[in-house]
C-alpha cells in the first residue's frame, strides 16, 4: 500500500511558477514508477508527467519546455516544477503512483496507476 500527499498548489499570477511535491509512505517508493495528472472543471483528468524508477521522464505537448518533473527517492518524494503558467494549468493535480510490477515503464494511462493522492489546487490568474 502507498499513500501521497501532495503540496505546493496555490494562486499564481500568469507567467510565475510552482513547485509541486507529492511525499509518498508506505512501500519501497524507489521502485514504483511516477505520475502527475491535472483535472480542469469540467474536464477529464489527463497526463501532466511521468517517471520511471530510474528518472527517465515524459511530458504532455502542452507542458513541454515549461514542466519538470524529478523524484528524490532519499527523500520518497516527487517534484513538478512549473514555469510560465497560464490560464490553462488551472486545475487539481494529482499526483500518482504506479504498482510495483511496472518499475521502469513509462506510465501514460490513468489505469497503469494504483495509487492516488488527494489533490492539490492551482490557480493561475490571467
Known amino acids: 500500500q502507498v499513500q501521497l500527499v501532495e503540496s505546493g498548489g496555490g494562486l499564481v499570477q500568469a507567467g510565475g511558477s510552482l513547485r509541486l511535491s507529492c511525499a509518498a509512505s508506505g512501500s519501497i517508493f524507489s521502485i514504483n514508477s511516477m505520475g502527475w495528472y491535472r483535472q480542469a472543471p469540467g474536464k477529464q483528468r489527463e497526463l501532466v508527467a511521468a517517471i520511471t524508477s530510474s528518472g527517465s521522464t515524459n511530458y504532455a505537448d502542452s507542458v513541454k519546455g515549461r514542466v519538470t518533473m524529478s523524484r528524490d527517492n532519499a527523500k520518497d518524494t516527487v517534484y513538478l516544477e512549473m514555469n510560465s503558467l497560464n490560464a490553462e494549468d488551472t486545475g487539481v493535480y494529482y499526483c500518482?503512483?504506479?504498482?510495483?510490477?511496472?518499475?521502469?515503464?513509462?506510465?501514460?494511462?490513468?489505469?497503469?496507476?494504483?495509487?492516488w493522492g488527494q489533490g492539490t489546487q492551482v490557480t493561475v490568474s490571467s
Open positions: 500518482a503512483a504506479a504498482p510495483w510490477y511496472r518499475s521502469g515503464y513509462q506510465c501514460e494511462l490513468m489505469g497503469e496507476y494504483e495509487y
